[in-house]
């Protein structure tokens, strides 16, 4: 007979997201920190449209008009 292996129960999600190395835990997280950074000015932008003129030229930070 043939040898066959047993199939193995699906990864857990911890497992999933655990890095495989320190190298891509840290290229995880800056890419991370650069999508933030690149994402909160067009946030901003389309918060900034939502609110009255008033309101913009105001010095409040806030990204969920009233």
Same mark, same amino acid.
């Given at each position: 007979? =043939?040898? %066959?292996?047993?199939?193995?129960?699906?990864?857990? @999600? !911890?497992?999933?997201?655990?890095?495989?190395? $320190?190298?891509? =835990?840290? %290229?995880?997280?800056?890419?991370?920190?650069?999508? @933030? !950074?690149?994402?909160?000015?067009?946030?901003? $932008?389309f918060?900034?449209?939502?609110?009255?003129?008033?309101?913009?030229?105001?010095? !409040?930070?806030?990204?969920?008009?009233?």
């Open positions: 007979m =043939a040898d %066959t292996v047993a199939p193995t129960a699906p990864a857990s @999600w !911890v497992e999933r997201l655990r890095p495989k190395s $320190l190298s891509r =835990a840290v %290229t995880t997280l800056l890419l991370f920190v650069g999508a @933030w !950074v690149m994402g909160v000015p067009f946030f901003w $932008l918060s900034s449209i939502l609110n009255a003129t008033v309101v913009v030229y105001v010095i !409040v930070f806030s990204f969920i008009p009233n």
